[in-house]
């Protein structure tokens, strides 16, 4: 019982440090962009091409991002996915703290009722989610892997991949044919297939990790499990998720506005983790009926919190710009639709998750 605890605990922190150290990394910007600023009637232009990489605050965030991410890496070695990537969420309560003493955002009441989410969802998740702490050995994984039910899953997500993206590739032809006017209703189905894809393929990351780690705990606790190609091949696995995972992260961005894709891409990343870890390792079979629908309830929390910290639309003419009207009223009808892709989003996920905790409960529990 432990074991689970310290993964959960560990986790935690590294959630915190990677949030800590992104709000380095973006004050280090911020900090650049006023030193710019501040010498562009100057005649002295060093500061304004200064390289952020020379400010210490990002030198900082960097190494404390790193290291949030080698305490996630561990923490799965020590408890289910299912747990750890819920509790990933946790960042979003760090990160109001740490954005209102480090770069002086406004706290609205929005916020605090959105972290009042997660918080409880973490809550539900700690003490109704998977408590075990399974090590396998590369047999067993590779066993997994091959396993009818995982396959099966595979199967049904590369429909689902083909069947987005070829939603997303139409949208986009559409968009290009129409002079970047899609439409209400692509504007809604663009964002939405592009986070879908990028979830369904970045979220497998996760459990490739989670793999590595609990070969690497076998490891170092004297069973070597490093002689094999298969712990070579999940490494190369999780580098290829993982980096297709950052691709699309960063190209959502350049994409879409930020307070649509964000939101997006967080729940439907949080939502293929847990899934992927209950088909996987199995770890709905550890549920009965009334400890699944609190779960159930926990995940619900986090991802309604998600949706409520979607920045809410400025309001029509606060920011004037006489050389780019057209830009600005563009910007702001997709901006007001970031309320209605998010919770169309949010229930279609809830909707999955509610049915696949019915089938579950129709299963026998042991």
């Given amino acids: 019982m432990g074991e689970w605890i310290t993964g959960a605990a560990i986790n935690v922190v590294g959630s915190i440090c990677i949030n800590f150290g992104t709000n380095l990394l973006k004050l280090g910007h911020n900090q650049r962009e ?26 900082i965030g960097v190494a404390i991002f790193s290291f949030g991410n080698i305490l996630n890496f561990i ?22 703290f740490f954005a209102y003493l480090m770069l002086n955002e406004v706290v609205t009441r929005r916020i ?12 539900f998740l700690v003490a109704f989610g998977n408590h075990q702490s399974v090590i396998y ?14 396959l099966t899953y595979c199967f049904i997500l590369l429909c689902i991949v083909a069947v987005h993206h ?6 986009r032809q559409l968009t290009v044919s129409r002079g970047e006017d899609p439409g209400s209703v692509w504007r809604m189905l663009l964002p939405y297939t592009y986070a879908v894809v990028s979830g369904a393929v970045g979220s497998h990351s996760v459990l490739f990790a989670k793999s590595l780690s609990v070969l690497l705990r076998s490891t170092l606790e004297g069973e070597n499990q490093l002689d094999g190609l298969f712990t070579y091949l999940v490494f190369f696995l999780f580098a290829g998720t993982a980096s297709f995972w950052m691709a699309r992260l960063n190209d959502g961005l350049a994409l879409f506005d930020a307070i649509l894709i964000v939101p997006m891409l967080q729940i439907v990343w949080t939502f293929f983790s847990i ?17 699944a629908a609190m779960f159930g309830v926990g995940v619900l929390a986090l991802f309604v919190g998600m949706s409520l910290l979607a920045p809410q639309a400025p309001q029509l003419g606060s920011k004037a710009d006489p050389s780019g009207s057209s830009t600005k009223t563009e910007n702001e009808s997709e901006t007001e639709l970031a309320p209605l892709i998010s919770n169309a989003i949010l229930r279609g996920m809830t909707y999955w998750f509610l049915l696949s905790i019915l089938v579950f409960m129709r299963q026998p529990f042991r």
Avoid at 37 to 57: A, G, H, I, P, R
Avoid at 114 to 119: E, G, L, Q
Avoid at 137 to 146: H, I, K, M, V
Avoid at 275 to 291: H, K, L, N, Q
Wanted: overall charge positive.
């Fill in 275 to 291: 899934f992927t870890g209950f088909i996987y390792f199995e770890e709905y079979r550890v549920f009965g009926r009334f400890r």
């Fill in 112 to 123: 605090v009722l959105a972290t009042s989410f997660i918080v409880v969802g973490n809550g």
């Fill in 34 to 59: 006023r030193q710019a600023l501040d010498t562009d009637d100057s005649e002295d232009k060093t500061f304004s091409k200064k390289s952020v990489t020379q400010y210490q605050s990002w030198r």
């Fill in 166 to 171: 070829a939603i997303y590739r139409r949208g």
């Fill in 137 to 150: 050995t590369s047999e067993q994984l590779l066993r997994n892997y091959g396993g009818r039910v995982y």
């Fill in 75 to 96: 923490s799965f070695g020590y408890a289910a996915q299912s747990l750890l990537a819920a509790l990933g969420s946790i960042q979003f309560v760090s990160n109001v």
